[in-house]
């Protein structure tokens, strides 16, 4: 199993930008389906992003498409976020995850671990 942890939230202005990082711990971070989630106060958590192992194809939330960018180093075993033009209602805690595929992790399901979290809060 993966171990991860996140990094990269913080406090931003609307309209800027953040990078999130996820570093993995474990052998088997190249042959998992890495994604991002995030939960709100008061909501449940929810589908940002998602890439397959070797990074040559994404999927994107219809919320977040055109200003977010997951993308993966192998060799590093780190997984990104580049997320452009941010908006309050972006504010979150944001969560990597590390899955089977991009399907199901769209669904939010087989998922096979997920990192401690990190906040990203918008100000307006």
């Known amino acids: 199993q993966v171990q991860l942890v996140e990094s990269g939230g913080g406090l931003v202005q609307a309209g800027g930008s953040l990078r999130l990082s996820c570093a993995a711990s474990?052998?088997?971070?190249?042959?998992?389906?890495m994604g991002w989630f995030r939960q709100a106060p008061g909501k449940e958590r929810e589908f940002v992003a998602a890439?397959?192992?070797?990074?040559?194809?994404?999927y994107y939330a219809d919320f977040v498409k055109g200003r977010f960018t997951i993308s993966r180093d192998n060799a590093k075993s780190t997984v990104y976020l580049q997320m452009n033009v941010l908006k309050p209602e972006d504010t979150a805690v944001y969560y990597c995850a590390a899955g089977r595929s991009v399907p199901t992790m769209a669904r939010r399901s087989d998922i096979d671990s997920w990192g401690q979290g990190t906040q990203v809060t918008v100000s307006s």
């Open positions: 474990g052998r088997t971070f190249s042959s998992s389906v």
């Open positions: 890439i397959n192992r070797s990074g040559s194809q994404t």
